[in-house]
């Protein structure tokens, strides 16, 4: 579904964030990034969907080069490519319901979203996802009124009215504790496995990523340290990683 070849981004300010990355996604997968903060994960998902561009290398999805696609191109590649934020990038004074429906922008348009112009079909969905989420019954509430778990998963159900093929997760928990970290993970496989979409997760806690992921890259300076199954990172892998003096943290 993805390749990716020699992906570089070297920042205006001469930081080097990711240093000739290479790897494939296969479809159906639930892969796990992973790293101390500053390796790069936040970056190579973003030059993924292309939020930011890369400096060079090729990125492929689904047979096509997308690394340098701009305008029309680019936006109908995105529409296919899901997204859920660390903070949520809701709207506030919307609805739960309306925040959902702002996941059809592609289909909708601009114009029919500010006035809240959607179909009776593209409803139905919306409520629908908000029913894969948890979230049925709260369509009228505000999108300010839930809880940081519940903004997560609203998030989801936004990603989900794009009707993607992959969907990127960027540290989708950092923000919650852990009994909710539980929820959003539990959502996010139901996503992967019910809907078949595939998803790129970035994530910081090894317990997680031993329970949720089918496989595992590690990032380190900008590199990749580590590719393979989640429980082939150890102790020493886990040091090597994170550093010597670095002690794993578990959510239970």
Request: hydrophobic fraction near 35%.
């Amino acid at each position: 579904m993805l390749k990716v070849k020699k992906l570089n981004k070297i920042y205006p300010n001469g930081t080097h964030a990711l240093k000739d990355i290479s790897f494939e996604v296969k479809k159906g997968e639930f892969l796990i990034i992973i790293g101390l903060s500053g390796s790069g994960k936040s970056t190579l998902l973003r030059c993924l969907n292309r939020l930011i561009d890369p400096t060079s290398g090729s990125i492929i999805f689904e047979d096509e080069e997308i690394s340098t696609l701009k305008g029309a191109a680019l936006r109908k590649v995105r529409s296919r490519i899901g997204m859920v934020f660390q903070n949520f990038n809701l709207i506030p004074r919307f609805s739960v319901l309306k925040n959902t429906l702002t996941g059809s922008l592609s289909r909708t348009g601009t114009i029919a979203s500010i006035f809240g112009n959607f179909s009776k079909e593209e409803e139905k969905k919306a409520r629908s996802f908000l029913k894969t989420v948890g979230l049925n019954g709260k369509e009228r509430s505000r999108a300010d009124n839930l809880s940081g778990g519940q903004q997560q998963r609203l998030s989801m159900a936004r990603a989900l009215m794009q009707n993607p093929e992959l969907l990127l997760a960027d540290e989708p928990v950092a923000s919650l504790d852990p009994a909710t970290s539980h929820t959003v993970m539990d959502y996010l496989k139901k996503i992967n496995q019910e809907f078949g979409v595939t998803i790129i997760c970035n994530l910081h806690f090894l317990s997680l990523v031993k329970e949720y992921g089918t496989r595992v890259l590690a990032l380190k300076d900008g590199e990749i340290v580590y590719e393979g199954p989640p429980e082939g990172i150890d102790e020493q892998w886990f040091r090597t990683i994170y550093g010597e003096d670095a002690k794993e943290v578990r959510i239970k």
